[in-house]
């Protein structure tokens, strides 16, 4: 099978691939950061209530 793209080219076309999948990598992790440090956050939030609630404030 012939194609009539240039060595050139496809070498071009397969860095721009490489570089747009860099860039969801990037995506990816940041998002799973994110949503990590948000969990976290709730979770401390939740202690901190309930360490400095007193008990006579929960009904």
Known sequence: MKT???R???MMIVERA???RSI???DV???GTRKALV???R???RFLHILLMSPTARQ
Do not use: H, P, Y
Request: net charge negative; no cysteine; glycine share 4%.
């Open 18 to 20: 490489r570089q747009q």
């Open 43 to 45: 979770w401390a939030d």
């Open 8 to 10: 050139e080219q496809m």
């Open 24 to 26: 969801a990598a990037g």
């Open 29 to 31: 992790i940041a998002a």
């Open 4 to 6: 009539d793209l240039t």
């Open 39 to 41: 969990t976290l956050a």
